[in-house]
Structures are given as C-alpha cells and as structure tokens.
C-alpha cells in the first residue's frame, strides 16, 4: 500500500519533548504523517487515521521546518503518525537528510515493510496485526503497550523473535520497553510487576501526557 510522492498528508509538525521510549525527556521534532488502517481500539490519534482528510506538504516544506526546529534546539526528528510506513518514506528522509544534520527517528507498528533511512527505530507491535520481520530485524526498541496479561506474552514472543532476527544481522536485541496503556490501571499494574520480575525490560511512561503537552 506504500505510496511514493513529493508531498505527503501531515497532521501536524510540532517541536516537544519526546515522550516516550529510550530518548524520552529530549528535544525532538516530530512529524505525524497522516493514514493509519491498524485500527487499535486505544488509539489515542484516531483523527490521524484518514489520511485524505489532512493537508498534503511538500517534502520541501517539512525538511524546512526541521532544519529551523535544529536551529530553535530539537536533538532529531521523529517520524510518527497515524502509521508511517503505510508511505514510501525514501524521499521524505532523503529531503530531510538534504536540510539537517539531525538524527531520524521512526515510530511504526511494523505492519509494512522499512522505507526510509533511520538512525533509530522504535517498533510498537500490536497483537491483532502483528509486525513484519523487517521491522523485527531493524528495531532498535520494542515498546509493547500493556492492557491485560496476554500483552505479556506477546511481548516476549516479539523479543524472542527480533532478538533472533537481528542477532542473523549480527545486531545487538533491540531495548525491551513496556508502556502501560494510558490511564488502564490494569496496564500499569501488570508492566510494574513484570519488569520488577523480568529485568531485561524496563517501563516507559507517556512523559508528554503526564505533562500535559504535546
Ligand atoms: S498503529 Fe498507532 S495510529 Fe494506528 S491505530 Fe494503532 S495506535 Fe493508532
């Protein structure tokens, strides 16, 4: 379903904090491309998911804002969405390649094979359409959100199979993160109790939302 284009539907373009995984807590740039048909019943952008209904802009456009977001202080940029990789994101971190010398990030469900050149991957799998072994293979974090107790296994299963898929890569595993679901007390009692237990994973908490930004 990957489509290649000069411009692409955008929600919004913002410069935050990043709130989530591994480099929570730094200056980032994001970019939340519009179009996502995973269809999670938690999904907090819900309005991302027509991707006809958000502006197109031009590659262009958003390589310029990063680059003016480098010079206002963002440590990388952050390609999200909605799901990104439901475009062909090769021209999209070409342009912003071209402008900044800021690191690219990608947060994806994994559902579509990798486009794009990133220096950091956070893979969130989700059990009802679970990941492509390319993004297993190319994950630099694994984020599991955690609502009830079958999260925890699934959790394992994607760590077992994209440590192995990388180590075939002769890459380190991937970050094992476990993210309580917003406001599920379910959630964030079972992944408080299982990286107490299981210290290969750590607990990332929604920064941003505790803060109240973006
Ligand atoms: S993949 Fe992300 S954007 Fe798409 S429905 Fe799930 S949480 Fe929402």
């Known amino acids: 379903m990957a489509v290649t284009a000069a411009a692409l539907p955008v929600v919004e373009t913002f410069h935050s904090l990043q709130g989530e995984g591994v480099h929570s ?35 262009e456009a958003l390589a310029a804002k990063a680059h003016d977001a480098a010079a206002a202080g963002a440590g990388f940029v ?32 994994g559902v579509d094979r990798l486009s794009g050149h990133f220096d950091w991957i956070t893979l969130s799998p989700k059990r009802h359409r679970p990941p492509s072994d390319d993004l297993l293979r190319h994950c630099h974090e694994l984020k599991v959100v955690v609502h009830e107790t079958a999260d925890l296994g699934f959790a394992e299963v994607m760590a077992s199979a994209a440590s192995r898929l990388r180590a075939g890569n002769g890459s380190d ?8 679901g917003w406001q599920s007390t379910d959630g964030q009692s079972l992944a408080l109790g299982y990286v107490q237990s299981h210290p290969d994973w750590r607990l990332s908490l929604q920064l941003h939302k505790n803060l109240g930004v973006r």
């Open 78 to 109: 952050v390609i999200t969405g909605g799901e990104p990789l439901h475009h062909d994101l090769d021209e999209l971190t070409a342009a912003l390649h071209q402008r900044t010398a800021l690191p690219l990030h990608l947060e994806t469900s």
């Open 173 to 180: 595993p991937p970050v094992l993160l476990l993210q309580p």
């Open 25 to 59: 807590g730094r200056s980032a740039f994001f970019i939340r491309l519009a179009g996502c048909t995973v269809g999670c019943p938690w999904c907090d952008t819900k309005h991302s998911w027509p991707a006809a209904a958000h502006p197109r802009h031009s590659l």
